[in-house]
């Protein structure tokens, strides 16, 4: 894919800020789902979740078809509702927050940690109400929330804990990995994500929780016993995982190891060229150096507040380079402000949000792209005066 010709009239390779790896074995075995007649909710299906089973360390998984409606699903498992509150943070895609109004509770939301960007866990624990009924971090960009911290504080005020790791798959903390242990765990399988199943997502269920209740929820709340039994206890959705997708992401599963080197390579690359730029310097705040059990999902910056965002990235597509927002501040949004948030609210999550870009970073990526984007956006900067 190219760009336009440029001003000079050359033209560029348009590097995306990211794009899916899907191995040519996979998309052979696609075509043989295809072939097979079995293309829905399937053998492969199962398979997948057997994986996905034995790498979160043998907890009960089941596969959807998008990592938000795990979420709501998992809310819904918890009993929340009406009247209930849960605790999350304001800097993350707006499912998160969208999940808890759609079973009829309330987002409390806390703001961040302005190094991390998650949730800032000392802020918990003055937000917690008698109406509190969950805590829901968000591992953003695959950087893990401080879950020994939280976990305490969950323990304390006997509260469950729902996590959004839609980011976080291969990611760690303590040295185990993210959702392998604690509450439910919800990971997405978006294109963009580190796996993906074209769409789809996967909730991790902590062991007390009941899979065959999942199933429900996702299936319409049918129930089937014998040839011909069924019976319906629940009013359920259409939420199943097609076999088409659970091929696609059983094979990326393969290689997630290896997805996940290649992008702390590049992570390490972006540090030596933004160091030798001196951006830092310059006002440009950069992502948390050490992250220990990281996955980088992403990599991304936060521009200077003189800095208008939306310029800069006119300017890198403009030489051929993507970029995006992850993610404006939720509580700001028209949605939100009805519910009595306001501007002022949560000024870290508001700062960061307001300047955040994320840059290209997928495995397929060579160290000369990396380059190519840092001086691309050093240039970028210089011309708005930084």
């Not at 808890?100 to 937000?127: H, K, M, Q």
């Not at 991304?300 to 992850?326: D, F, N, T, Y």
Request: charge should be neutral; proline fraction near 6%.
């Amino acid at each position: 894919m190219s760009t336009p010709p440029l001003a000079d009239g050359s033209s560029v390779e348009f590097l995306p800020f990211t794009r899916p790896d899907i191995d040519e074995q996979t998309i052979a075995g696609v075509a043989e789902v295809l072939r097979s007649g079995w293309i829905t909710t399937g053998p492969w299906n199962t398979r997948f979740e057997q994986a996905l089973s034995e790498y979160f360390g043998g907890r009960a998984v089941r596969a959807f078809n998008s990592g938000t409606v795990t979420m709501e699903i998992a809310l819904r498992m918890m009993g929340v509702g009406p009247g209930d509150e849960v605790i999350t943070t304001p800097l993350s895609w707006v499912a998160t927050a969208n999940v808890i109004l759609a079973v009829g509770a309330r987002p409390v939301f806390v703001d961040i940690d302005p190094a991390t960007r998650n949730l800032d866990v000392a802020r918990i624990e003055s937000a917690i109400t008698p109406r509190t009924r969950v805590l829901l971090p968000v591992h953003l960009a695959g950087l893990p929330c401080d879950l020994e911290g939280l976990y305490a504080i969950a323990a304390r005020h006997r509260l469950q804990v729902l996590e959004d790791a839609a980011q976080a798959i291969g990611s760690t903390s303590g040295g185990r990995r993210v959702g392998s242990f604690g509450g439910f765990a919800s990971f997405s399988f978006h294109p963009n994500k580190n796996v993906t199943s074209i769409e789809g997502g996967c909730l991790v269920l902590p062991p007390d929780a009941d899979p065959a209740l999942a199933e429900r929820y996702r299936l319409q709340g049918v129930s089937r016993s014998g040839p011909d039994g069924m019976d319906v206890d629940l009013v359920g959705g259409k939420a199943n995982l097609t076999d088409v997708a659970a091929r696609v992401g059983w094979g990326q599963l393969q290689r997630l190891a290896e997805f996940n080197d290649r992008r702390r390579e590049l992570a390490r690359a972006y540090f030596g060229c933004l160091d030798r730029l001196e951006l830092a310097q310059r006002g440009v705040q950069l992502p948390l150096r050490e992250q220990p059990g990281g996955n980088w999902h992403m990599f991304q910056v936060v521009l200077p507040e003189r800095v208008q965002r939306a310029a800069v990235m006119v300017a890198l597509r403009q030489r051929g380079i993507g970029s995006g927002v992850h993610y404006p501040p939720i509580h700001l949004f028209s949605l939100y402000r009805k519910l009595g948030f306001a501007a002022g609210d949560f000024p870290h999550a508001e700062r960061v949000g307001a300047g955040i870009l994320t840059l290209p970073l997928f495995p397929a990526m060579r160290e000369s792209d990396v380059e190519r984007v840092a001086q691309a956006l050093s240039a970028v900067l210089r011309e708005f005066g930084v």
